[in-house]
């Protein structure tokens, strides 16, 4: 599990593992606790976690104030609830069909 967090020092937007109790800002060299941070999301995957504070972080560099408002934390926390799932679903459904074409190569029970 991973989370986006934002670093104290210089507002650098990144992702780190859920597991690291302390943080080093790969941008400034700040280290902070990661329960005492600003975090926005957490994620499953880091390639997502990446990705998503990528694009946090260069929405924020263009902005007088490095802050989300409460109604974009809103958005960003609907928005990859509903990927997640999307991901969650296609990846039963792929589990299911080759669950589906085991059984049927080995029983020969869906010819």
């Given at each position: 599990?991973?989370?986006?967090?934002?670093?104290?020092?210089?507002?650098?937007?990144?992702?780190?593992?859920?597991?690291?109790?302390?943080?080093?800002?790969?941008?400034?060299?700040?280290?902070?606790?990661?329960?005492?941070?600003?975090?926005?999301?957490?994620?499953?995957?880091?390639?997502?976690?990446?990705?998503?504070?990528?694009?946090?972080?260069?929405?924020?560099?263009?902005?007088?104030?490095?802050?989300?408002?409460?109604?974009?934390?809103?958005?960003?926390?609907?928005?990859?609830?509903?990927?997640?799932?999307?991901?969650?679903?296609?990846h039963s459904v792929q589990k299911t069909e080759v669950l589906e074409t085991d059984k049927k190569?080995?029983?020969?029970?869906?010819?």
């Amino acid at each position: 599990m991973y989370t986006i967090v934002k670093c104290e020092g210089c507002t650098r937007i990144f992702a780190v593992s859920r597991e690291q109790p302390y943080i080093i800002c790969p941008k400034c060299g700040c280290s902070f606790r990661r329960d005492a941070c600003t975090s926005y999301l957490d994620c499953e995957y880091r390639t997502v976690a990446v990705e998503i504070a990528t694009r946090l972080d260069e929405l924020i560099r263009g902005r007088s104030t490095p802050e989300l408002t409460p109604e974009e934390m809103g958005m960003l926390r609907r928005d990859y609830q509903e990927f997640y799932q999307k991901c969650v679903e296609e990846h039963s459904v792929q589990k299911t069909e080759v669950l589906e074409t085991d059984k049927k190569d080995e029983y020969g029970l869906f010819e």
